[in-house]
Each structure stands twice: as structure tokens, then as C-alpha cells.
């Protein structure tokens, strides 16, 4: 069964920092598309950052230079690094998780099949 559970959300000042992990079971990590999406509440859902199983990367343009995803494969366990966060990054935050086919990054919801069930991100003065 898979599995993905999400930590390390909260409440951060603008300017601020903090890393997400996703703690991954029950299917070959180092072989699936693993992505950070993030929800506000009144939004649909948007992709914030994905990465293939050969290492590359993918941002959103809303946070491109300030997150960074990597993956420890040895323990399985996705990380998202939020810098420089703004208010407008306030939202839930899931990670998900996919196989991958071909050279693409998916970045959107309808092409992940795997999904944690979120932590919360408050950024706030």
C-alpha cells in the first residue's frame, strides 16, 4: 500500500523559512515522479515542484528561486525547502507521487495518482 505522510508545516514570518518532508512507502521510490503541490483555501489546486527519478527538477514560476525539492532515496523521503516565504504561500501542502514516463516533470494534479494527506503553512506577521 502506499503511503505518503507529510510534515514540518507551521507558522512562519514573512521572510522566513521552512522544509517540508513527505515520508514515502510501498512502492520503488528512486523509480516515481515525486511532486509539492500546495491548496489555499477558495483555490484549486496548483503544482509547486516536482522531480523525476533521474534527479531533475521542476518549479512553478511563483516560487522558483525561493523552493528547492530533493529526495533522500536511501530513507524515502521527499523534501521541499521554503525560503524567503511570502503570505501568498500560505496554504496546505501535499506531496505526491507518480511513476514515471518519459523525460516530462508532471506538475499537475490529474497526472499524479498517489496523494499525502497535507500540512498546513501559514505565513504570517
Known amino acids: 500500500e502506499v503511503q505518503l505522510v507529510e510534515s514540518g508545516g507551521g507558522l512562519v514570518q514573512p521572510g522566513g523559512s521552512l522544509r517540508l518532508s513527505c515520508a514515502a512507502s510501498g512502492f520503488i521510490f528512486s523509480s516515481y515522479c515525486m511532486g509539492w503541490f500546495r491548496q489555499a483555501p477558495g483555490k484549486e489546486r496548483e503544482g509547486v515542484a516536482g522531480?523525476?527519478?533521474?534527479?531533475?527538477?521542476s518549479f512553478s514560476d511563483s516560487v522558483k528561486g525561493r523552493f528547492t525539492i530533493s529526495e533522500d532515496s536511501a530513507k524515502n523521503i521527499l523534501y521541499l525547502q521554503m525560503n524567503n516565504l511570502k503570505p501568498e504561500d500560505s496554504a496546505m501542502y501535499y506531496c505526491?507521487?507518480?511513476?514515471?514516463?518519459?523525460?516530462?516533470?508532471?506538475?499537475?494534479?490529474?497526472?499524479?495518482?498517489?496523494w499525502g494527506q497535507g500540512t498546513q503553512v501559514t505565513v504570517s506577521s
Open positions: 522531480i523525476h527519478s533521474d534527479g531533475r527538477t
Open positions: 505526491a507521487a507518480r511513476p514515471c514516463f518519459g523525460w516530462s516533470i508532471p506538475l499537475l494534479p490529474g497526472q499524479y495518482n498517489y
